[in-house]
């Protein structure tokens, strides 16, 4: 008897699933290493302008003599402690300390790793940004006075 085989064997197939497996995998740890470039991108993109936001605000009330005259946010805003209504692309609340002092004007919000945190510290800030600091994976602003 002679019998002609067709189709693919179970090996063949197991080995064509393996590799679209390995494949899948490739593609979701980039999409999500790409998700979290997107989100620091943003974060940094909206932390400058709150900073530049602020720096307008204050220039204004600074002409009606409301904030201190070294420029920066006090007068009528000292002592507010105030957690926006905006949340950050990583899901978290940031929140703006504005009061009289050394440390008074701040920014802070939770970024959600440690990692992501030092790679926003180091990025270029605008003007008005004296420092910034990582506690974990919480990214904090210091404001100039």
Request: hydrophobic fraction near 35%.
């Amino acid at each position: 008897m002679n019998k002609t085989q067709s189709g693919r064997s179970m090996l063949e197939m197991l080995a064509v699933l393996c590799v679209i497996g390995v494949l899948t995998v490739g593609v979701l740890l980039g999409y999500r290493q790409g998700m979290i470039r997107y989100k620091t991108y943003r974060t940094h993109v909206e932390l400058s302008e709150m900073v530049d936001g602020i720096y307008r605000v204050c220039n204004f009330w600074s002409a009606l003599d409301q904030c201190a005259p070294s420029g920066g946010v006090s007068g009528s805003l000292t002592g507010a402690s105030i957690v926006s209504s905006m949340i950050n692309p990583f899901g978290k609340d940031y929140n703006v300390s504005v009061g009289s002092g050394a440390a008074s004007q701040t920014i802070s919000t939770d970024v959600e790793t440690s990692d992501v945190c030092n790679e926003l510290k180091n990025e270029d800030w605008p003007a008005g940004v004296d420092a910034a600091t990582c506690s974990g994976s919480v990214l904090t602003l210091k404001l100039e006075n």
